[in-house]
């Protein structure tokens, strides 16, 4: 499923930190990594200040390239001078990327480019799927992967993260579990009648049972549903934290049945505040 991984750097610890992810993928898919440093356009003022960014900035490409190869993998790398998020979705584009891998946010000198801003740009407008990586207080990582969440409410739009989900659960032999958040008040519904309860119950017990199907169909034994009621990136957020889910997988947007509950600003709040890495998939 993953041939070519882009990683966008800057020589921060996110960055550090997202280019040992990528690797860790590109070892299991036997992909190439792509590093991507990007100069910021609209922050050089001068000819002695570009040639000393783009100095830099092919250091630190040369520095990750490195420690990726060391690994016996494919890498190619290329300093681009741009808006950051602009370079990095033409290059995806150009380059048939199949995985961008970033940093929720870094500092590179003075100048800062790769920050949760330009992430949260990539993650909504790439046509490929995002991996963001955040370090954690305890520094500690979370590959290989042992148990992958996907998120679900049955809509298309959550359905476009089930296929990487599925793959890389296969590919790490992990446990793949599958939750649905039922969220009344995303609907206007002060109180619960019955009646509409028991619909969106019963649409979140539908949506998490075809996850499962697709898992079996896979040959994935290791499966582990759940529905819970509340607010959907706190309660995605629980889960995580309670089953030590290692990535999540899920859409930007989605819509279940009359009304939309996980909608992209629930994976961006997961993408701000999950301890673990999130994948965000995005419908075509």
């Known amino acids: 499923m993953f041939d070519n991984i882009l990683v966008p750097t800057d020589g921060s610890t996110c960055a550090e930190m997202a280019t040992e992810y990528a690797t860790d993928l590109a070892s299991r898919y036997g992909a190439t990594v792509h590093v991507l440093c990007v100069a910021d356009s609209r922050t050089l003022e001068n000819a002695p200040q570009y040639q000393r960014i783009k100095a830099e900035r092919t250091e630190l490409a040369e520095q990750a390239s490195t420690d990726i190869s060391t690994a016996g993998i494919q890498v190619e790398q290329t300093v681009q001078t741009d808006v950051p998020y602009r370079a990095i979705l033409e290059y995806a584009a150009d380059q048939e990327i199949d995985l961008i891998v970033m940093g929720t946010h870094g500092r590179t000198g003075v100048e800062r480019y790769l920050l949760g801003s330009v992430t949260e740009k990539v993650v909504r407008r790439s046509d490929v799927p995002v991996l963001t990586v955040s370090v954690t207080d305890e520094g500690a990582v979370a590959y290989p992967y042992g148990d992958v969440l996907v998120p679900t409410d049955g809509s298309d739009g959550a359905a476009a993260a089930l296929d990487p989900a599925v793959d890389i ?116």
């Not at 509340?230 to 889960?239: C, E, K, M």
């Not at 279940?256 to 600003?265: D, M, P, T």
């Open 169 to 284: 659960a296969s590919t790490y032999d992990a446990r793949l579990h599958a939750l649905s958040v039922v969220d009344p008040m995303a609907m206007g519904i002060d109180a619960r009648p019955d009646r509409i309860a028991e619909q969106l119950e019963d649409a979140a017990r539908t949506a998490v049972e075809t996850v499962e199907e697709r898992a079996r169909d896979a040959s994935i034994s290791a499966i582990k549903t759940a529905v819970e009621s509340g607010p959907p990136y706190r309660a995605i957020r629980s889960y995580a934290d309670a089953n030590d889910i290692d990535l999540i997988v899920m859409g930007t947007h989605g819509r279940s049945g009359i009304e939309r509950y996980l909608l992209g600003s629930v994976a961006e709040k997961t993408v701000r505040t999950s301890s673990v890495p999130v994948m965000t998939v995005r419908r075509p």
